[in-house]
T-cell receptor, first 114, second 114 residues
Framework: EAGVVQSPRYKIIEKKQPVAFWCNPISGHNTLYWYRQNLGQGPELLIRYENEEAVDDSQLPKDRFSAERLKGVDSTLKIQPAELGDSAVYLC????????????FGPGTRLTVT | AQSVAQPEDQVNVAEGNPLTVKCTYS??????LFWYVQYPNRGLQFLLK??????LVKGSYGFEAEFNKSQTSFHLKKPSALVSDSALYFCAVRRNSGNTPLVFGKGTRLSVIA
């Protein structure tokens, strides 16, 4: 079974530039999560999707971050414009459903904003 | 609010010795508890979970954890450590109801010395 796929793996951009991350979850997984992991910290949830609906985006900085999950499969997370403090690893995860199931994580995208 | 404490940033253990990685949590209501492991430049991998039932949970690679409700703990254990167990370990908790996210600890780096 293929795992969660993310691209790109690494991205270096200058501040104020836009950036986008892509995630393809495990086939059949209805729930998709985006996390941000700062250095030396655990992942923090940015947004959770149930199929194509964003059901928890309370931690998403909506002034510069946006996300979509068209057709309830692939998802894209965008930052515009990026700030120095956005440097982190952005992780995508999926699970069959939300409650009671473990989440399967992709390898992440390491973003460096200079 | 939910929270997880991993009191040790680093745990060192000799190969073949038992290992323990500590985790305590705070959640209103009953918890779902998880352990994940992260190897360099890779996403988090699920090890084990406590949802309900037996307090002793067995997981991947010979790891186990014991749910202790009175002490609000979920320590990760393994009877005999391997050098290949060296990695970053994360404990995570969420309430078993309601629209609440999975909250991760800061992680504990395990180093198994040959």
């Amino acid at each position: 079974e293929a795992g969660v796929v993310q691209s790109p793996r690494y991205k270096i951009i200058e501040k104020k530039q836009p950036v986008a991350f892509w995630c393809n979850p495990i086939s059949g997984h209805n729930t998709l999560y985006w996390y941000r992991q700062n250095l030396g910290q655990g992942p923090e949830l940015l947004i959770r999707y149930e199929n194509e609906e964003a059901v928890d985006d309370s931690q998403l900085p909506k002034d510069r971050f946006s996300a979509e999950r068209l057709k309830g499969v692939d998802s894209t997370l965008k930052i515009q414009p990026a700030e120095l403090g956005d440097s982190a690893v952005y992780l995508c995860a999926s699970s069959p459903r939300d409650y009671g199931y473990e989440q399967y994580f992709g390898p992440g995208t390491r973003l460096t904003v200079t | 609010a939910q929270s997880v404490a991993q009191p040790e940033d680093q745990v060192n253990v000799a190969e073949g010795n038992p290992l323990t990685v500590k985790c305590t949590y705070s959640v209103s209501g009953n918890p779902y508890l998880f352990w994940y492991v992260q190897y360099p430049n890779r996403g988090l991998q699920f090890l084990l979970k406590y949802i309900t039932g037996d307090n002793l949970v067995k997981g991947s690679y010979g790891f186990e954890a014991e749910f202790n409700k009175s002490q609000t703990s979920f320590h990760l254990k393994k009877p005999s450590a391997l050098v290949s167990d060296s990695a970053l370990y994360f404990c995570a908790v969420r309430r078993n109801s309601g629209n609440t996210p999975l909250v991760f600890g800061k992680g504990t780096r395990l180093s198994v010395i040959a």
